[in-house]
């Protein structure tokens, strides 16, 4: 039996009191016996539940290996067709720079990731077996769910579908799709294709949809009607969903009642550059939302840390929350919200759940979003695995 | 005389060199003797000019006085009426709070503030002359031109207009206005007004404008007749400019075009949450763009740290900059951008300017700005005022 007693804490930002912690799990909040195991003293920081990373990319940073100058065109398809043709040239090692974002995530607070990984007929399954790797390498570390994504098209490069299955088969949790009409100009085909592999994997579904207006809408209701006709309530997340952000906001809102009646869940990064769902809509319709990175610092682009709790800043600006209770809403999409999507058994801050706790110096969790201070400790199952925004394990 | 070498830094990211400093100016850029005064090795760190912080409210943060807990109302007036009950219910001193801003701006490397301060026949020139205190206090440390800016409406609170006149004739260097229709619903009324006092201070303008769409445009365009009239090319910023992201984009070109002719300049914060002037687009058309935190932590939100490479990291964002020469353009809107709006002479990193300075240890421009890592030293015409991220001088 090992004990941890977390004194002098305050969750949420509430009163003052201790946090025990038996072989992993919470065991009491509230002051009580100390245990006979170690003690770590708060100072009177903040305790929230671990940070839930729930939409990245950990096969493809370039975090670590010197500064990427930026020249790709505008367009998705550059984007994508310079990446396919850097990864090589530039040798970015998914199990390295997979490793490399579960340290940094670590350092930030977060203590389970999403990671959508590529799956193309050039890469096949070289990032999933590298972000695989880093999943058994940081077991006990980081909770890891790879989604298999066909970043480059699923009905236009034959042999990508094979690809998915195998990896579905040989460990990956959730069943990726990308721009039905946008990349694929094949909506059916692609749609139909990854509700197939649903089925057969009994796995969920996760699909990037950037496409804007009514196309996006287009395509949303197909993803839609297929959760409906296959009873796979609760089981679909749509990652971006630009289309809920149109100026029609009634065409918008019947779309949010379909998600809610569907439950499928929203993935938001919350772009300062496009139109998003809106997240005080969402949560009054009763659809789930969660909040990840995205690519950081990659061939797409060059920002990003995955620090979640700067990311509930940008959730409130982009939503225009100033008051502290949708600065807490903010909060709970990048804890609870991921942990939902990611169907995370005993999450949270509480009495038997797992103990994945940040700790952080701030008066509230709206100063804590505002200010984004350095974390104190984070803890995995009651183990140490960040130390004042450094991670405690080392990767190369 | 006084010298400084600055050793082994590289200006923009370019290849490492020295600075030469005497007498708080720059006389070298380039190796050559070193100079009989101090040294300071700058490790290879990226060195650029002084940031720029072109919109601040200095006499409104909270900043130091424990966390406020936000529930004002979702309209402007709410906050504004919310602002002028609190100044005095929680003590925020003008005078205290400016300097406390003066601090956390120099450790994020910003030497020039242009600062909008609240005059109205409640305060009555209490804000002014804390700010006024302030800048004569901190006046080697750090420029600061201070706007006499009516929040709470010119022509709805009779006094304000005298107030104004007060002010200009004891100090204060601008002209301020806002929202002629939605504030004080007499547009005619309050912009006459305004470059009534600029005309017979000699002074320039810089008008808030949240007014969005038609009505902002409307408004605009009163601004842009009054410039051209009374010859004020050069002279009249205009803050937010929110009407310049409506959607009618041909409208909105003609009014940039407008822009350009009367050398109207534009301040932003690339908010995440509203439609805002396109970087791009002004920049293509000639029109001058600074950038500012607005108010930080205040009782209008709990956001912002006066930090201007966060508000580059910002710009980019907003504007979907993602390679390296379009970050290079949000550093320039945070550096001259903000020096050519307050007319700073003698600025910029080349021989003879003053030699207000910023190292960041990073690889490129890029990277600053994604990363924003703490600033290593920070000069104010020669002389360090911050050093890795912290301010050299105290406040209380």
């Known amino acids: 039996m090992t004990e941890l007693l977390l004194k002098n804490v305050r969750p949420f930002g509430g009163p003052v009191t201790d946090i025990l912690i ?54 998705l398809e550059d984007k994508i067709s310079t990446e396919r043709r850097l990864r090589r040239e530039l040798n970015i090692d998914p199990a390295r720079q997979s490793a490399r974002q579960v340290a940094l995530a670590a350092s930030h607070g977060t203590t389970a990731i999403r990671s959508h990984v590529d799956i193309d007929t050039d890469q096949k399954l070289w990032c999933f077996e590298g972000v ?110 630009f289309c809920l952000g149109m100026s029609d906001r009634a065409r918008a809102q019947s779309l949010v009642e379909k998600l809610a009646r569907e439950d499928i869940a929203i993935a938001t990064t919350a772009p300062a550059s496009r139109p998003v769902p809106a997240a005080a809509e969402l949560r009054r319709a009763g659809v789930r939302l969660c909040a990840g990175s995205d690519g950081i610092r990659d061939t797409w682009g060059p920002y990003g840390n995955l620090d979640m709790l700067e990311r509930a800043m940008f959730i409130g600006l982009r939503n225009n929350f100033r008051c502290d209770d949708e600065l807490d809403h903010a909060l709970h999409i990048c804890t609870q919200g991921g942990a939902d999507v990611m169907e995370l058994k005993d999450y949270g801050l509480r009495e038997g759940a797992f103990a994945d706790i940040v700790l952080i110096d701030a008066e509230t969790v709206a100063e804590a979003i505002a200010a984004r201070p350095v974390r104190k400790l984070v803890l995995k199952r009651g183990k140490p695995i960040a130390r004042d925004g450094k991670a405690l394990f080392t990767v190369e």
């Open 132 to 241: 695989s790797a880093t999943r058994e390498r940081f077991r006990n570390e980081m909770d890891i769910e790879i989604v298999a994504f066909p970043q480059s098209g699923l009905m236009i490069r034959p042999g990508t579908l094979e690809l998915m299955d195998e990896a579905l088969a040989n460990g990956a949790d959730v069943v990726g799709g990308l721009d039905p009409c946008g990349i694929d100009r094949d909506p059916k085909g692609q749609l139909d294709a990854v509700f197939h592999l649903a089925q057969k994997h009994g796995k969920p579904v996760d699909i990037h949809l950037h496409e804007p207006d009514e196309l996006g809408a287009f395509s949303l209701e197909m993803i839609i009607d297929r959760t409906q006709a296959l009873g796979m309530r609760g089981k679909v997340t749509v990652s971006h969903a």
């Open 22 to 75: 038996r072989d992993g799990r919470i065991v009491r909040i509230g002051a009580g016996e100390t245990g006979s195991g170690a003690v770590e003293d708060g100072g009177g920081a903040i305790a929230i539940p671990g940070l839930v990373e729930a939409h990245a990319h950990l096969d493809k940073s370039l975090w670590g290996m010197g500064w990427h100058v930026h020249q790709a065109g505008p367009r």
